[in-house]
């Protein structure tokens, strides 16, 4: 059974830097678009970025500029570069591999399997 593991959180001063890191037992990883969601508490998932199997990608605006996505199919692995962070961008992290291996949808219902999350605390 395929599963995901996210690694890289942690505790980061504003104006930092993380990187995170979405990796997959299964070996077909790199046939499906990935993406990444964060949670706030009180608040719902939000998309954040979004990796096709050919290597488009698509960013929700609060995090365009900041964050890189990007993917190594040979180690079935998923990246999340996070710069600059502010204080909004405390949340948990989910990495999430879509049904489809094209699409780049910010709509989670495009997304079948899930990871456990990764903490992402930024102070002031």
């Known amino acids: 059974q395929v599963q995901l593991v996210e690694s890289g959180g942690g505790l980061v001063q504003a104006g930092g830097s993380l990187r995170l890191s979405c990796a997959a037992s299964?070996?077909?990883?790199?046939?499906?678009?990935v993406g990444w969601f964060r949670q706030a508490p009180g608040k719902e998932r939000e998309f954040v970025a979004a990796i096709a199997s050919g290597g488009a990608t698509n960013y929700a605006d609060s995090v365009k500029g900041r964050f890189t996505i990007s993917r190594d199919n040979a180690k079935n692995t998923v990246y999340l570069q996070m710069n600059s962070l502010k204080p909004e961008d405390t949340a948990v992290y989910y990495c999430?591999?879509?049904?489809?291996?094209?699409?780049?949808?910010?709509?989670?219902?495009?997304?079948?399997?899930w990871g456990q999350g990764t903490q992402v605390t930024v102070s002031s």
């Open positions: 299964g070996r077909t990883f790199g046939a499906f678009a």
């Open positions: 999430a591999r879509s049904y489809f291996s094209d699409s780049l949808s910010p709509a989670s219902g495009r997304y079948g399997l």
